[in-house]
């Protein structure tokens, strides 16, 4: 149990009140880990829990099948991210890992491939398999060079795929980066957080686009589980899975300031600004709610 803020009681109301407030549900169990806005106002929605992508139309309080790769075998998805000047949903498919070689040991590590998809269609159109012996594809970000920044949550690695490649290049190698998960930026600047060990991170990178190391930020409240991230209006909106807190970040310099919008949430690992709406989801409710943004 967890006492509401003033703030949070107050957003409480505003939220309640107001025409922003949807909710929508996808199949039980399906455990939406991420969730992404189309060009049109469609909420994409991953599953954790299943090789399918849901979509709800926008208005629509229930989601539908928009991909699904079932014939991949026993797979889910964590991060989902709508591109639209490419017209590609990008999506992170977890994978067992491959068979033992006759006479050898089981593998027991986690693989993950990136996966496009038609934004309109659904259809399968890229993939790319992470290289290393254990990796985790967890989410990604378009950055100001159009490029996609995509965090390897057990490969401790920021991986960039260049418009248009056909496989990623490592943009980002150290230890601190073990448990990376969400990953945005504000401006020009590179922002990522880490689920393990409750962090926030800055990456510098020098005027050779070359990444240096993440610099801790320093937080005035303490976080759970940091999990889904995005920017908007200068601002960080992230999730916490391990409190069920959906958290505004003011970010100054090398320290940052929380502020609690939601809390007593099952789960949330997804949030998405979007226009003047702010979308975040419960993995556990299988559901995704919306509320004004914040400025």
């Known amino acids: 149990m967890f006492r509401k803020s003033a703030t949070a009681a107050v957003l409480s109301v505003l939220l309640a009140k107001s025409a922003f407030a949807i909710t929508v549900s996808v199949p039980e169990k399906s455990q939406p880990e991420s969730i992404t806005i189309a060009p049109n106002g469609d909420l994409i929605l991953g599953s954790a829990s299943s090789p399918k992508?849901?979509?709800?139309?926008?208005?629509?309080?229930?989601a539908d099948v928009f991909a699904d790769v079932t014939a991949d075998g026993t797979v889910f998805f964590l991060g989902v991210l709508a591109d639209a000047p490419t017209n590609t949903l990008w999506a992170c498919e977890i994978y067992?890992?491959?068979?033992?070689?006759?006479?050898g040991a089981p593998a027991n590590q986690t693989h993950s491939a990136l996966r496009g998809f038609d934004l309109k269609s659904g259809k399968a159109k890229f993939r790319w398999d992470l290289p290393g012996e254990q990796n985790l594809c967890n989410d990604f970000v378009i950055g100001p060079d159009k490029a996609l920044y995509i965090s390897d949550t057990l490969g401790s690695k920021i991986w960039r795929l260049p418009p248009g490649a056909a496989a990623g290049e490592v943009f980002s190698d150290d230890r601190t980066l073990l448990g990376i998960d969400g990953i945005t930026f504000i401006g020009n600047v590179l922002y990522e957080n880490n689920v393990i060990f409750n962090k926030l991170y800055r990456?510098?990178?020098?005027?050779?686009?070359?990444?240096?190391?993440?610099?801790?930020?320093?937080?005035?409240?303490?976080?759970?589980?940091?999990?889904?991230?995005?920017?908007?209006?200068?601002k960080l909106f992230l999730t916490e899975n391990g409190a069920g807190k959906v958290d505004m970040v003011t970010v100054n310099?090398?320290?940052?300031?929380?502020?609690?919008?939601q809390q007593g949430l099952?789960?949330?690992?997804?949030?998405?600004?979007?226009?003047?709406?702010?979308?975040?989801?419960?993995?556990?409710a299988d559901k995704a709610h919306s509320m004004p943004l914040p400025k």
């Open 53 to 62: 992508i849901y979509r709800a139309k926008q208005g629509a309080v229930k």
């Open 266 to 284: 099952a789960t949330p690992t997804a949030i998405e600004p979007a226009g003047d709406t702010l979308w975040y989801g419960e993995r556990s």
């Open 96 to 103: 067992p890992a491959p068979p033992a070689p006759p006479g």
């Open 203 to 234: 990456v510098p990178v020098d005027e050779h686009g070359k990444a240096g190391k993440p610099v801790d930020i320093w937080m005035d409240k303490p976080i759970k589980g940091p999990d889904g991230m995005r920017a908007a209006n200068g």
């Open 253 to 261: 310099g090398d320290a940052a300031s929380i502020t609690v919008l």
